[in-house]
C-alpha cells in the first residue's frame, strides 16, 4: 500500500511564493498519474494541476501563469510550485496519486497541508 507525505504548506503573503511536496511511499508499485487538488470548507474540492507519468501537465484555468507542477520519478515526489499567491488561493491543498500493483489501479490521497495567504 503506498503511503503519502506532504510538506511545505504555510503562510505567506500575498504575492509570495510557497513549494508543496508529495513522497510516495511503499513497495512493488509504478506510479501513473499524480496531482494536486484544494478544497476550501463549503465548496467542493478541485484540481489545481496534474502531470502524467511521462510529463504532460493540466492547470487549472485561475493558476495557469502561477503555479508550476512537476516530478521526480526516481524520488516518487510531485511538487507544486505556487508563485504570486492571491489570498484566494488559501485552501487545504491535497495531493492525489494514481499507482498501479501489478495489473491493479489504486488511487491514494495524501493528508492535507494548509497553505493562507493573508497580508
Known amino acids: 500500500q503506498v503511503q503519502l507525505a506532504e510538506s511545505g504548506g504555510g503562510v505567506v503573503q500575498p504575492g509570495g511564493s510557497l513549494r508543496l511536496s508529495c513522497e510516495a511511499s511503499?513497495?512493488?508499485?509504478?506510479?501513473?498519474?499524480m496531482g494536486w487538488y484544494r478544497q476550501v470548507p463549503g465548496k467542493q474540492r478541485e484540481l489545481v494541476a496534474s502531470?502524467?507519468?511521462?510529463?504532460?501537465?493540466d492547470y487549472a484555468d485561475s493558476v495557469k501563469g502561477r503555479f508550476t507542477i512537476s516530478r521526480d520519478n526516481a524520488k516518487n515526489t510531485v511538487y507544486l510550485q505556487m508563485n504570486n499567491l492571491k489570498p484566494e488561493d488559501t485552501a487545504v491543498y491535497y495531493c492525489n496519486v494514481n499507482y498501479r500493483v501489478v495489473l491493479t489501479q489504486f488511487d491514494r490521497w495524501g493528508q492535507g497541508t494548509q497553505v493562507t495567504v493573508t497580508s
Open positions: 511503499g513497495s512493488a508499485f509504478r506510479l501513473n498519474a
Open positions: 502531470i502524467t507519468n511521462s510529463g504532460s501537465t
